[in-house]
């Protein structure tokens, strides 16, 4: 009897035994910001990535999905995949879930084909979707700077088929608020005040030259310039008048002498 109850007090219940899935494969992959001259492939709100070509080709069917995964660095190392459509983040909800998919696309986007050009995917350059819940997924802007990672993850029916590998830390571009920018000339190099010196004084010569040279110019030209004789407008002519109260008048002619006899008309002889 003290056996039974020594051995009842040993017995410890074990919890039943569970299952863990296993984990999809892993396709020998790492997302990457691409090497490319491209203007504008990392920004403040956007990041461009290659795009994955003769990747999936031997991990996905037809009828499977390939999502992008973007997530914050600190939740990648225990993320845990979704296993049905319902349990995928939307876009707005990046700042609680701190993840969400985006760029849903099936193996006919990415084909593995002979003298296919190389393409890239920019991530976060749809602002039309941002505030639309409707939506199966929004590749909107980015609010924070970050730091992210991103991997492509494949879904079919059942849940996670395939993953590729994390991508390193993705950054993104800071801006800074214009009272923060010193403009203070001491700021600069001493470099920069000597050139920026000299191209004043090279302008400010220039302008005195060519101020000169057009006056100059101006002085030959009213030298050269002939005089044009002014001619008379019409209807413009006035006589001329001429003033005569110094002229003095005219005297009357002198009578003749009373003894002069004064010739008789015929009419008057008898």
Same mark, same amino acid.
């Not at 109850?5 to 020998?28: D, F, I, M």
């Not at 203070?184 to 920069?192: A, C, E, K």
């Given at each position: 009897?003290?056996?039974?109850?020594?051995?009842?007090?040993?017995?410890?219940?074990?919890?039943?035994?569970?299952?863990?899935?296993?984990?999809?494969?892993?396709?020998?992959?790492?997302?990457?910001?691409?090497?490319?001259?491209?203007?504008?492939?990392?920004? =403040?709100? @956007?990041?461009?990535?290659? &795009?994955? /070509?003769?990747?999936?080709?031997?991990?996905?069917? !037809?009828? %499977?999905?390939?999502?992008?995964?973007?997530?914050?660095?600190?939740?990648?190392?225990?993320?845990?995949?979704?296993?049905?459509?319902?349990?995928?983040?939307?876009?707005?909800?990046?700042?609680?879930?701190?993840?969400?998919?985006?760029?849903?696309?099936?193996?006919?986007?990415?084909?593995?084909?002979?003298?296919?050009?190389?393409?890239?995917?920019?991530?976060?350059?749809?602002?039309?979707?941002?505030?639309?819940?409707?939506?199966?997924?929004?590749?909107?802007?980015?609010?924070?700077?970050?730091?992210?990672?991103?991997?492509?993850?494949?879904?079919?029916?059942?849940?996670?088929? =395939?993953? @590729?590998?994390?991508?390193? &830390?993705? /950054?993104?571009?800071?801006?800074?608020?214009?009272? !923060?920018? %010193?403009?203070?000339?001491?700021?600069?190099?001493?470099?920069?005040?000597?050139?920026?010196?000299?191209?004043?004084?090279?302008?400010?010569?220039?302008?005195?030259?060519?101020?000169?040279?057009?006056?100059?110019?101006?002085?030959?030209?009213?030298?050269?310039?002939?005089?044009?004789?002014?001619?008379?407008?019409?209807?413009?002519?006035?006589?001329?008048?001429?003033?005569?109260?110094?002229?003095?008048?005219?005297?009357?002619?002198?009578?003749?002498?009373?003894?002069?006899?004064?010739?008789?008309?015929?009419?008057?002889?008898?």
């Amino acid at each position: 009897m003290l056996r039974s109850v020594e051995n009842e007090k040993r017995w410890v219940p074990r919890p039943p035994l569970c299952w863990a899935p296993y984990p999809p494969p892993t396709v020998p992959y790492t997302p990457q910001i691409t090497a490319k001259s491209l203007e504008g492939k990392l920004t =403040a709100t @956007t990041f461009t990535l290659d &795009q994955p /070509i003769c990747i999936f080709d031997q991990y996905v069917n !037809s009828t %499977d999905d390939i999502w992008l995964v973007v997530a914050f660095t600190n939740i990648t190392s225990h993320f845990k995949n979704p296993t049905s459509q319902i349990q995928i983040p939307p876009y707005q909800k990046l700042s609680t879930a701190l993840h969400y998919m985006t760029l849903k696309t099936s193996i006919a986007f990415y084909p593995c084909a002979e003298n296919r050009a190389p393409s890239v995917l920019r991530v976060g350059s749809d602002t039309s979707c941002k505030d639309d819940r409707s939506l199966e997924y929004c590749n909107g802007p980015l609010p924070h700077p970050g730091p992210y990672r991103v991997k492509f993850l494949i879904l079919d029916t059942n849940g996670s088929k =395939a993953e @590729t590998r994390w991508s390193q &830390q993705i /950054i993104l571009k800071q801006g800074r608020k214009a009272r !923060s920018i %010193d403009t203070w000339p001491g700021r600069r190099s001493g470099t920069m005040v000597v050139i920026t010196s000299i191209l004043s004084s090279f302008i400010g010569v220039l302008v005195i030259l060519f101020l000169c040279t057009v006056a100059y110019d101006f002085k030959l030209w009213r030298r050269e310039e002939p005089a044009v004789p002014e001619e008379p407008r019409a209807g413009s002519f006035r006589e001329r008048e001429y003033d005569t109260h110094h002229i003095p008048p005219s005297q009357a002619p002198p009578q003749p002498p009373s003894d002069v006899p004064r010739p008789h008309s015929p009419a008057a002889s008898p």
